[in-house]
T-cell receptor
Framework: DAGVIQSPRHEVTEMGQEVTLRCKPI?????LFWYRQTMMRGLELLIY????????DSGMPEDRFSAKMPNASFSTLKIQPSEPRDSAVYFC????????????FGEGSRLTVL | AQSVAQPEDQVNVAEGNPLTVKCTYS??????LFWYVQYPNRGLQFLLK??????LVKGSYGFEAEFNKSQTSFHLKKPSALVSDSALYFC?????????????FGTGTRLKVLA
């Protein structure tokens, strides 16, 4: 398997623009997670899905952030409008359900908002 | 609420010496504990996990970790460090009693192995 695939790897945009980050989980995995990593706050869980259904979005910073999972092989994280404080590395991870499932991470999308 | 702490921002060790990276946790129920490693500009890679059973868990690249319930700790260890082990290490916990699949990560410990 190719692992978790994220795109784009790097995104530079200007404040106010819409940003869409994409993720393809490992085939057969039924959990998908979005994390954000910054120097100041470390790794923060934004939202996670089970069988394409959002289960917990309590980590989403504000209404500017939204995430969808239209099918088992694709998820998006959208920021609209973007702000400089959104600059971070965004990771997608997937896992096979059950108590022992470890997370498999993508390579991340580094977002810079100018 | 579940939480995990990594008390050291950085650990320096000489190549060939044993290394320990510390992790403590707090959960309501039984903990599911994990260690991950992150190399520069890469995603996190799974090293090992404790779910139940033997308190000493062996993982990838010669790493192991010891679960200590009384001290609520899950320290990562390796008998002989390599320069290539230099990276950022994260401990993570999931609370079996939380009813959720939230994995909470520590702040990370940077390991530097000196030649």
């Amino acid at each position: 398997d190719a692992g978790v695939i994220q795109s784009p790897r790097h995104e530079v945009t200007e404040m106010g623009q819409e940003v869409t980050l994409r993720c393809k989980p490992i085939s057969g995995h039924d959990y998908l997670f979005w994390y954000r990593q910054t120097m100041m706050r470390g790794l923060e869980l934004l939202i996670y899905f089970n069988n394409n259904v959002p289960i917990d979005d309590s980590g989403m910073p504000e209404d500017r952030f939204s995430a969808k999972m239209p099918n088992a092989s694709f998820s998006t994280l959208k920021i609209q409008p973007s702000e400089p404080r959104d600059s971070a590395v965004y990771f997608c991870a997937s896992s096979l359900g059950g108590s022992t499932g470890e997370l498999f991470f993508g390579e991340g999308s580094r977002l810079t908002v100018l | 609420a579940q939480s995990v702490a990594q008390p050291e921002d950085q650990v320096n060790v000489a190549e060939g010496n044993p290394l320990t990276v510390k992790c403590t946790y707090s959960v309501s129920g039984n903990p599911y504990l994990f260690w991950y490693v992150q190399y520069p500009n890469r995603g996190l890679q799974f090293l090992l996990k404790y779910i139940t059973g033997d308190n000493l868990v062996k993982g990838s690249y010669g790493f192991e970790a010891e679960f200590n319930k009384s001290q609520t700790s899950f320290h990562l260890k390796k008998p002989s460090a390599l320069v290539s082990d230099s990276a950022l290490y994260f401990c993570a916990v999931r609370d079996s009693a939380s009813g959720t699949y939230k994995y909470i990560f520590g702040t990370g410990t940077r390991l530097k192995v000196l030649a």
